[in-house]
């Protein structure tokens, strides 16, 4: 039984440019949580997709967007990148909204902004 | 302001050895708290979850207190072995869903032969 699945797994962009984070939730899982995190932080939520609609999102500008598919598996995606965009981005996923007790983390993508 | 708080935030112990970290939280209202091993450059993955009513849990080696009065949880670690060493996140829900879900910035674990 595959797990949350992310990738890239590291990416190097440009200032300005704009990047696509993709991740497959765990199978029975519906529901898609994005997190950033700073080295040597905690995770910072910034949205969660449920039914193919953004449900909830974090203080994160709107640069940062994002999409999930029919399949439940879900895209992040970063315009205008900046020099502390670079961070470790995790995707969680549940079953439901309401499904904090079942959260499944992938293992990352880490994003190097230069 | 909601926020979770965690210590020390860094720890160094020795092979064998047993070890406590730290967390306090202002998260109101509560829905539950979960501790998380995080190896470096990988994700979370969940070692305990305890709701309002439970005041302890264990998972292994892994023993997790809280106490919803005063707002703190302790994550115990017991007969510590080198793969112990990673961030430990302590993670506190208010809510049902992300937005008022807050992490806690971690305590490195670190242990030495």
């Known amino acids: 039984d595959a797990g949350v699945t992310q990738s890239p797994t590291h990416l190097i962009k440009t200032r300005g440019q704009q990047v696509t984070l993709r991740c497959s939730p765990k199978?029975?899982?519906?529901?898609v949580s994005w997190y950033q995190q700073a080295l040597g932080q905690g995770p910072q939520f910034i949205f969660q997709?449920?039914?193919?609609?953004?449900?909830q999102r974090g203080n994160f500008p709107d640069r940062f967007s994002g999409h999930q598919f029919p399949n439940y598996s879900s895209e992040l995606n970063v315009n205008a990148l900046l020099l502390g965009d670079s961070a470790l981005y995790l995707c969680?996923?549940?079953?439901?909204?309401?499904?904090?007790?079942?959260?499944?983390f992938g293992s990352g993508t880490r994003l190097t902004v230069v | 302001k909601n926020q979770v708080e965690q210590s020390p935030q860094s720890l160094i112990i020795l092979e064998g050895k047993n070890c406590t970290l730290q967390c306090n939280y202002t998260v109101s209202p509560f829905s539950n708290l979960r501790w998380y091993k995080q190896d470096t450059g990988r994700g979370p993955v969940s070692l305990t979850i305890?709701?309002?009513?439970?005041n302890t849990k264990s998972n292994g080696r892994y023993t997790a207190t809280l106490d919803a009065d005063t707002k703190q949880s302790s994550l115990h670690i017991t007969a510590s072995q080198l793969s112990d060493s990673a961030s430990y996140i302590c993670v506190v829900s208010g809510d049902t869903g992300g937005f008022k879900t807050i992490f806690g910035a971690g305590t490195r674990l670190f242990v030495k032969a």
């Open positions: 305890m709701t309002f009513s439970e």
């Open positions: 199978s029975g899982h519906d529901t």
């Open positions: 969680a996923s549940s079953g439901g909204p309401g499904g904090d007790y079942g959260y499944t």
């Open positions: 997709y449920y039914e193919e609609e953004e449900r």
